[in-house]
């Protein structure tokens, strides 16, 4: 059984960028909501319970025809989110120099570069998705998903993921996506991202 994992501090930890209610919510309801479905998928199908959700979701064409959307919403969702959680950190002030900072610098020429490449991907994510940075075989990729897609179903290793779905964001920022996406940089934790380049 898959659990909701500890955010790892509190909820109003990452005001005023994300609100607390928004992080109250989405934690506590959307992301268990993932949990359960995935979980309640899963008891139908015994030989699938012990697999992790990154085996999951990379061998998801693998599964039967009437598995492979609820595990692919509801794996994705819950691998998704973990790793959003993961990802962020009461803001700082600190910009972080790493080795996921410099490989940035390589690829994308600046930090700042990089930013507004995936910001721009993230406001041009039509409906729901996410925006990534990944490691697609030791290459850093900027890319989207629609709905709660992973990039491990590409082969991809998530390295960063922006949730641009608007119950992540609607309640502080409305529509202004923009807003929303300019303020996540200040929370980013780039300890934990880089130490997903390095494995
Ligand atoms: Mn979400």
């Known amino acids: 059984m898959f659990i909701v994992p500890e955010l790892g501090y509190a909820y109003d930890a990452l005001e005023p960028y994300i609100d607390v209610q928004t992080m109250e919510i989405h934690h506590s309801k959307h992301h268990a909501a993932y949990v359960a479905k995935l979980n309640e998928a899963l008891q139908k199908s015994p030989e699938l319970v012990s697999k992790s959700v990154e085996e999951l979701l990379r061998d998801i064409k693998e599964l039967p025809e009437t598995l492979r959307i609820v595990v692919q919403n509801n794996a994705g969702g819950h691998h998704n989110h973990s790793l959003f959680w993961q990802t962020m950190r009461p803001a700082q002030g600190i910009k972080s120099h790493t080795n996921l900072t410099d490989a940035i610098k390589t690829t994308f020429g600046s930090l700042d570069q ?45 390295i960063l993921g922006l949730d641009v779905w608007e119950h992540a964001y609607y309640l502080k920022y409305q529509n202004r996506r923009a807003e929303y996406v300019e303020a996540w940089w200040q929370v980013v934790n780039w300890d934990v991202a880089a130490a997903r380049l390095q494995t």
């Open 114 to 158: 990089f930013k507004a490449k995936f910001c721009h991907a993230a406001l041009g994510r039509f409906g729901s998705g996410w925006a990534w940075l990944t490691d697609n075989n030791g290459k850093l990729e900027i890319s989207t998903t629609a709905n709660q897609d992973s990039p491990i179903m590409e082969g991809k290793t998530p």
